[in-house]
């Protein structure tokens, strides 16, 4: 599985962005898929989670409220609407797919730049 994530960029503070996960290849509903962020000059954080299905989802204390995590697995693709941003939401975003909660993170996106201006 390859992972390409998009839809970052540059954006005040309070508004919006949508990024996605493009999967290739086969299997995609078989994963968990999970967004992280790294801040510059910080270690990666975990930001949200969802099940195979999309009918369960995870949110760092941080985001909760903030960020919705979804999926489609018809175009094997992980979405995170991102509302109400704040200057310190400012990350690479990546996606990253595991089998199960606690096994490692099989595949990772290369990321996507959010920067968020006060």
């Known amino acids: 599985v390859q992972l390409q994530a998009s839809g970052g960029g540059l954006v005040q503070a309070g508004g919006s962005l949508r990024l996605s996960c493009a999967a290739s290849g086969r299997s995609f509903s078989n994963y968990i898929m999970n967004w992280f962020r790294q801040a510059p000059g910080k270690e990666r954080e975990f930001v949200a989670a969802i099940n195979l299905s999309g009918g369960s989802t995870y949110y760092a204390d941080s985001v909760k409220d903030r960020l919705t995590i979804s999926r489609d697995n018809s175009k094997n693709t992980v979405y995170l609407q991102m509302n109400s941003l704040k200057p310190e939401d400012t990350a690479v975003y990546y996606c990253?797919?595991?089998?199960?909660?606690?096994?490692?993170?099989?595949?990772w996106g290369q990321g996507t730049l959010v920067t968020v201006s006060s």
């Open positions: 990253a797919a595991q089998v199960a909660i606690g096994k490692p993170f099989d595949y």
